[in-house]
């Protein structure tokens, strides 16, 4: 379809009309099966300020990881190394091990030595296996340190700032979101960066509970809580281009 943004049309029993943007940046309309294509290019039209808006946080997020023989994990702002072996044994199944403990998946810590994931699969397999372990330990890991992050902002702020709940997911669009209702969600993948632009993300959705927009009043109010925030955004771009994204594969 033509228009500002290239898009697919994707018609079904379904009764409304969405769009959806895939992780690669594809804008797919999915509409009833009898809907007026004049009334679809219209909403497009109408949605196009939140397709760019979407399309431009898919930009600031890194690209899916290719796990080769070594490979490197970005954890708080630092490269840890990733070192895989591949081990013949009757049962198939993934370790993935720190220095010389052999831990369960998803139950990793870390240490000045790196990641060794150790593996009884076929290569083809290690992407989606290695990426599951380490998002698990990395959700592990998000669950535990962002409240505290967000508890000394609160501090910092006042309470007025405080979110009504906190929940914490993988996502493959955001950085992190804010509901009407005061709720904040933050990927886990901010784990991976470093603690100051933690900061800059959880700033930016607690200026969402004053602002749920990208207007002007909106950056005044992240200003007061970050007057850094612009410069951050920048690094923040920079940050996305060498990070290795946890999301599916």
């Not at 994931?117 to 290569?123: G, H, Y």
Request: aromatic residues 8%.
């Amino acid at each position: 379809m033509s228009g500002a943004q290239a898009w697919q049309l994707k018609r079904s029993s379904r009764r409304t009309v969405a769009i959806h943007i895939r992780r690669d940046g594809h804008v797919e309309v999915r509409a009833p099966l009898r809907y007026p294509l004049n009334a679809i290019e219209a909403f497009v039209r109408s949605r196009q300020a939140w397709i760019d808006e979407q399309l431009q946080r898919l930009g600031d997020l890194p690209a899916l990881p290719q796990w080769g023989e070594d490979r490197q994990w970005w954890h708080q702002g630092q490269e840890w190394p990733v070192h895989i072996e591949h081990v013949a044994t009757q049962r198939g199944r993934v370790q993935v091990c720190f220095s010389a403990t052999s831990l369960s998946l998803g139950s990793i810590s870390t240490t000045d030595h790196g990641f060794k994931i150790t593996t009884t699969t076929e290569p083809d397999t290690w992407p989606k296996l290695i990426t599951k372990s380490l998002q698990n330990w990395q959700t592990a890991q998000a669950k535990q340190s962002l409240p505290i992050r967000v508890e000394a902002l609160v501090a910092k702020h006042g309470e007025q700032w405080r979110p009504t709940a906190l929940r914490f997911r993988c996502l493959r669009s955001r950085w992190g979101s804010c509901s009407a209702d005061g709720r904040i969600m933050l990927n886990t993948q901010l784990m991976q960066l470093p603690e100051h632009l933690i900061d800059y993300v959880i700033c930016h959705e607690m200026a969402h509970l004053r602002e749920m927009n990208h207007s002007a009043a909106f950056y005044a109010v992240q200003a007061r809580l970050n007057p850094e925030w612009q410069v951050q955004r920048v690094e923040m771009k920079q940050w996305a281009t060498r990070l290795v994204t946890s999301g599916d594969v």
